[in-house]
């Protein structure tokens, strides 16, 4: 009976001690990586070969860390991102790692449809959060980088003035607006290591 309790007691730290750190993702986690669209919205899903960001609890290390230089790596402060997408799996490249956020690029070649995320730091597993694969659905940058408020919108002067647009700095009739974003679709090249090929 005592050794059998021992066992019992041994097995349920054991248990209790590998969910400690686990990574904890919400339904609807996977949000567009510049407008942090909500699961449900009109316009939400996540578009091949854009940006998209994953809250939750212990995502990635304290001390965030950024990715520095081509090509992106699939790891990133011990933090990985698998989707499955028909039937198939994923490595996601990472642009950002931090405990309550992480940034990456949904690959050019997952199939448009339902798919599911995981996060892995370190060794452990994350539950799987379900979301929709679409071609394409932009989503604009904000200035404060929160989701809402202002754009990121710049006039385009010339190449070395392009100031940003505002109420003291207008575009005028006919000039051309650089608009900050992503969500267009899949790269040309379908290497999202690596910068996109220009392109319409």
Request: charge should be neutral; glycine fraction near 12%; proline fraction near 9%.
């Amino acid at each position: 009976m005592r050794r059998s309790c021992f066992v019992l007691l041994f097995t349920l730290l054991s248990l209790s001690l590998s969910l400690v750190g686990a990574p904890q993702l919400q339904p609807g986690a996977i949000v567009n990586g510049a407008s942090f669209t909500v699961h449900g919205a009109p316009n939400a899903g996540i578009a091949q070969g854009s940006l998209f960001t994953v809250f939750g609890v212990d995502t990635g290390p304290a001390s965030p860390l950024k990715a520095t230089e081509f090509p992106l790596p699939f790891r990133l402060g011990g933090v990985m991102v698998k989707v499955t997408a028909g039937g198939r799996q994923f490595d996601c490249p990472l642009i950002y790692v931090s405990s309550t956020q992480v940034t990456g690029i949904l690959p050019s070649d997952a199939p448009v449809g339902p798919a599911s995320v995981v996060l892995i730091y370190d060794t452990a597993s994350s539950k799987p959060v379900d979301f929709q694969v679409v071609a394409r659905t932009f989503g604009i940058f904000s200035r404060n980088s929160t989701g809402s408020g202002l754009s990121v919108v710049q006039n385009y002067t010339t190449p070395a003035i392009q100031p940003a647009n505002g109420l003291g700095e207008a575009a005028v009739p006919g000039q051309i607006g650089i608009l900050w974003g992503t969500g267009l679709g899949a790269s040309l090249n379908a290497d999202d290591r690596n910068p996109p090929a220009p392109g319409n």
